[in-house]
């Protein structure tokens, strides 16, 4: 089993609607959680970051933590078609140079 | 705002030939890592430096090494270079104990 699971998806949604995004993790000690959007053959670009539980929210992303379940989400509201990408979770624990990724969901908001 | 870069861009090896990525991390970033993605796959963490000394070490093959410089550029040397070792390659760099910015990758195809 991976530390760290992700829908691959593909999850199609029509343009405006809200998406949610998630990743359960299997390793309590993980602290440090990132939501990262990867175009094609692109690397990945850096959308949220996260210290332990609670909410964040940068305009239309909301990303949330609840270590207690081990799970973690990346909201986007008002969903455009330029959003179509891969999303990919990332998370590490502390003292530990090495962030452990999901396998990307892959995202297709429709015009 | 700088950004991760890495060099070349593109490669092209041939079997059982040798090749070298460069990284060179956003300034003032003091921690290094380096990530294989193979095709439709998630981003596998091969090695990370912080302070010019390895501090983790993942799935990286022993025909790979790495290094991180005084100037805290780093290098991934690959010899012997195999079929399956086409895929992106990645650099990341971060400040201690913060978020993880990726480079645009480099595309090694070897034939």
């Known amino acids: 089993q991976k530390e760290v699971e992700q829908d691959p998806g593909p999850l199609s949604v029509p343009e405006g609607a809200i998406v949610s995004l998630n990743c359960t993790y299997s390793n309590s000690a993980f602290q440090y959680f990132m939501w990262y959007r990867q175009y094609s053959r692109k690397g990945p670009e850096l959308l949220m970051y996260t210290y332990s539980s609670g909410n964040k929210e940068d305009g239309r992303f909301t990303a949330q933590v609840d270590k207690s379940s081990k799970y973690i989400s990346l909201f986007i509201r008002d969903s455009q078609p330029s959003d179509s990408a891969t999303y990919l979770c990332a998370m590490r624990g502390p003292g530990t140079y090495k962030y452990i990724f999901g396998t990307g969901t892959r995202l297709k908001v429709l015009a | ?111």
Request: glycine share 6%.
């Open chain 2, 1 to 111: 705002a700088a950004g991760v870069i890495q060099s070349p861009r593109h490669l092209i090896k041939e079997k059982r030939e040798t090749a070298t990525l460069k990284c060179y991390p956003i300034p003032r970033h003091d921690t290094v890592y380096w990530y294989q993605q193979g095709p439709g796959q998630d981003p596998q963490f091969l090695i990370s430096f912080y302070e010019k000394m390895q501090s983790d070490k993942g799935s990286i093959p022993d025909r790979f090494s790495a290094q991180q410089f005084s100037d805290y550029h780093s290098e991934l040397n690959m010899s012997s270079l195999e079929l399956g070792d086409s895929a992106l390659y990645f650099c990341a760099s971060s400040a201690k104990n913060t978020e993880a910015f990726f480079g645009q990758g480099t595309r090694l195809t070897v034939v």
